[in-house]
């Protein structure tokens, strides 16, 4: 019943979209209305609500949410959004402040960053997946978060060393540079990390759990662990570049697969940046086959959230459309789509 719901609503979308720009869609429950911009849109969403943004570019400005939200694009990788375009915000910034808790993020290119902001407000159980992002900033007050399959820089457990975030999840992510400033009680499993280094001994990381991860470091930089970054940490079945041995400094760790050349890994992967024509599965012969603590492959594709190629968000998904330029000469306008129901 709602993936039908879900296909009227697309449906509607086109037809009053096929002789305007784009429309943002609200669900309320059975009810749905139509919105220009995102700002818009958010403004009159009530607590609980469903936001569907198009393919397209917007901008969002500076972006302030304080109601459970639910945000939905139609994906970022270019193959998988042929037909309705990749939901692309182009800059911006989305505030998230107290009331916010229980939203959800998903399915986007966007440029500039989440964050909560104060530092201090309380917003738990929320969940950003499916994003190409700029960068991700929780607050100290932030718990049971879940940050699942995206593909960002940077992802920041708080501004405040003193009080960092505590018992949150990340999990499946490419993440290209950095994290810091987690406290107790944070899982980190099944990511990526393309280029991790040491930029800071206060970025520090602490009493949380790294398992099933596949950590790549750049050929000059120093690294984190042997800097001091991370500390009072539990390492268990993942895949390093270094040649590490645990314990170190003050952390701990069990069937950990060290000093492995970046090129035994990985089907197609160079460098230490992402790229959307790169093959992250890992090779037949990878000592990661098989290998995590669940008996999964170690790396994207195994755990709780793998890695879903084509990145598309877990909504009804438009494959094939075709809007004729002009109506016939009884005044109807020729619609054709194919959609596909996502099952996750």
């Known amino acids: 019943m709602k993936t039908f719901f879900l296909l009227s609503v697309l449906i509607t979308r086109l037809s009053i979209s096929s002789n305007a720009q784009n429309l943002i869609t609200v669900q309320n429950g059975s009810s749905v209305s139509f919105y220009t911009t995102i700002p818009a849109a958010v403004t009159v969403a009530n607590n609980g609500d469903t936001i569907y943004i198009p393919g397209g570019t917007w ?17 970022h990788n270019p193959d998988s959004a042929q037909a309705s375009s990749i939901t692309y915000i182009s800059n911006g910034v989305i505030f998230l402040q107290d009331g916010a808790s229980n939203g959800s993020f998903q399915g986007t290119q966007f440029n500039g960053s989440i964050q909560v902001n104060p530092a201090s407000a309380i917003v738990t159980n929320y969940n950003i997946s499916r994003n190409n992002i700029g960068s991700i900033l929780l607050g100290f007050n932030c718990t049971n978060w879940v940050i699942s399959e995206n593909i960002t820089p940077t992802i920041i457990g708080s501004l405040t060393p003193g009080q960092k975030s505590i018992n949150n999840g990340v999990f499946n992510n490419i993440i290209y540079y950095n994290i810091y400033y987690f406290g107790s009680g944070n899982v980190f499993k099944n990511n990526l990390f393309l280029n991790w280094n040491h930029t800071n001994q206060q970025r520090s990381i602490e009493y949380s759990l790294f398992e099933n991860n596949i950590i790549l470091f750049p050929s000059s930089g120093p690294e984190p662990i042997p800097n001091g970054d991370v500390h009072n940490c539990q390492f268990n079945n993942n895949i390093f570049v ?12 069990s069937n950990n697969i060290v000093n492995q050349s ?30 995590g603590t669940d008996g999964m492959d170690i790396g994207l594709y195994g755990g709780l959230f793998p890695w879903k190629d084509g990145s598309l968000p877990s909504n009804p998904h438009i494959q094939f459309k075709s809007i004729s330029s002009t109506t016939d000469q009884n005044g109807n ?11 996750h």
């Open 262 to 291: 970046q090129s035994s890994i990985f089907m197609n992967q160079t460098g230490f940046t992402f790229n959307y024509a790169h093959d992250y599965h890992l090779k037949a012969s990878s000592p990661g086959k098989n290998a």
């Open 242 to 253: 270094a040649n590490y041995a645990f314990p170190m400094i003050d952390n701990l760790g």
């Open 59 to 75: 901008d969002i400005g500076s972006l302030t949410i304080n109601k459970e939200l639910h945000i939905i694009g139609v994906g």
């Open 333 to 343: 306008l020729q619609i054709n789509f194919k959609v596909k129901a996502q099952n």
